[in-house]
């Protein structure tokens, strides 16, 4: 059984949309930010804050030990696309979704808590990610679930699940 493996820019929906299509499908939701901090034992920030290398390191071994799972939805964190390794890995069990949300409407939804690193004090670095990572996050693709509101993100997630899973 594969995986379906979410990708997308920080503030995409990975995570909430993830979760939700985990529990409606009855399957395992795996989140690699939040194993990254816990096989790490810190913060992203504090990874972060020592190097985006350090980050990278531990995002790489953790998306390694999902891709070897079956049946499981992933959420990636936006970055992942970066290391062509860690989406070979990921594409060897997973089917990957790109929710191609639009940059404005993240930029308009995120906290000013520091919680999402790259964007930390500087919100319209949303702009400059879209920009850089689109074309990888499209190559990569084997679906691309394009920007609406969540309930309609959500159906054809579904969809796609379904379709993965039938």
Same mark, same amino acid.
């Given at each position: 059984?594969?995986?379906? %493996?979410?990708? +997308?820019?920080?503030?995409? +929906?990975?995570?909430?949309?993830?979760?939700?299509?985990? #529990?409606?499908?009855?399957?395992? &939701?795996? $989140?690699? $930010?939040?194993?990254? /901090?816990q096989r790490s034992g810190r913060s992203i920030g504090d990874l972060f804050a020592e190097s985006e290398t350090c980050f990278r390191t531990w995002e790489t071994g953790v998306l390694q030990e999902l891709a070897r799972l079956q049946g499981a939805v992933i959420a990636t964190g936006g970055g992942?696309?970066? =290391? !062509? /390794?860690?989406? !070979? !890995?990921?594409? @060897? =069990? +997973?089917? %990957? %979704? &790109?929710? $191609?949300?639009?940059? #404005?409407?993240?930029?308009?939804?995120?906290?000013?808590? +520091? @919680?999402?690193?790259?964007?930390?004090?500087?919100?319209?670095?949303i702009y400059e990610l879209y920009r850089e990572r689109l074309p990888l996050y499209e190559k990569y693709a084997d679906y691309i679930v394009p920007d609406g509101e969540w309930q309609e993100m959500f159906g054809q997630l579904l969809a796609i699940g379904k379709e993965i899973w039938q």
């Open positions: 059984m594969r995986n379906l %493996v979410l990708t +997308g820019l920080p503030g995409s +929906g990975k995570s909430r949309l993830g979760k939700m299509l985990a #529990e409606k499908l009855k399957v395992e &939701f795996y $989140d690699s $930010d939040i194993l990254v /901090e992942a696309v970066l =290391k !062509a /390794e860690n989406m !070979a !890995a990921l594409k @060897q =069990k +997973g089917s %990957v %979704v &790109f929710l $191609d949300r639009n940059p #404005e409407r993240i930029r308009k939804d995120l906290p000013e808590d +520091g @919680q999402r690193p790259l964007l930390a004090g500087n919100g319209d670095r």
